[in-house]
């Protein structure tokens, strides 16, 4: 069974930073790129990153460019989100995913983390 | 980056109707569209790639069509467990943009 475990949320202030993780099982997870999607509360969908499968090919929303950083460590199934300078228009929920195929389509998802940035 | 615009934003319909969601690209996205259903408090799920094919384990009352710049999802009788958030995703460029979401209620 695929499972994608997502930890590190919680209570941050403007100006902190936060790492999130992604633990993945199931699945051959060096194989895939794999993304971060976030949704603020009460709205809709937003792509943040994504990463090839060694970590050699990155890109990122504009939104966070140059405050967020995407990573992976293929050696224990786990993506990562590196949070700076976060943003009170940062606070959503944080869900991993799996992209897969040509189409890149985001086939398993996590549970999602919550990130909070207020004061 | 490519804006991605659904319509309507909310709809209300019944039980066995029939409903349709557009999504427009602001360029040509070919079929590099994909729709996702999301539910309260969950993960979203995907339904249909490439604009028109439907995921395994997804009901055949699902369907979705189109390329370029203009795609739709219908659902053809609408089931209880229907009633939910669909988002169209174009993939052809980064980032990947979500359209704002089509809340479909009761």
């Known amino acids: 069974e695929v499972q994608l475990v997502e930890s590190g949320g919680g209570l941050v202030q403007p100006g902190g930073s936060l790492r999130l993780s992604c633990a993945a099982s199931g699945l051959p997870f060096s194989r895939h790129w794999m993304t971060w999607v976030r949704q603020a509360p009460g709205k809709g969908l937003e792509w943040v990153a994504n990463m090839n499968e060694d970590g050699s090919q990155k890109d990122y929303v504009d939104s966070v460019r140059g405050r967020f950083t995407i990573s992976r460590d293929n050696a224990k199934n786990s993506l990562y989100l590196q949070m700076n300078s976060l943003r009170a228009e940062d606070t959503a929920v944080y869900y991993c995913?799996?992209?897969?195929?040509?189409?890149?389509?985001?086939?398993?998802w996590g549970q999602g983390t919550l990130v909070t940035v207020s004061s | 980056d490519i804006q991605m615009t659904q319509s309507p934003s909310s709809l209300s319909a019944s039980v066995g109707d029939r409903v349709t969601i557009t999504c427009r690209a602001s360029q040509s996205i070919s079929t590099y569209l994909n729709w996702y259903q999301q539910k309260l408090g969950r993960a979203p799920k995907l339904l249909i790639s490439?604009?028109?094919s439907l995921q395994s384990g997804v009901p055949s009352r699902f369907s979705g069509s189109g390329s370029g710049t203009d795609f739709t999802l219908s659902i053809s009788s609408l089931q209880p467990e229907d009633f939910a958030t669909y988002y169209c995703?174009?993939?052809?460029?980064?980032?990947?943009?979500f359209g704002q979401g089509t809340k479909l209620e009761i």
């Open positions: 995703q174009q993939t052809y460029s980064t980032p990947h943009t």
């Open positions: 995913a799996r992209v897969h195929g040509s189409y890149r389509i985001l086939d398993y």
């Open positions: 490439a604009a028109s």
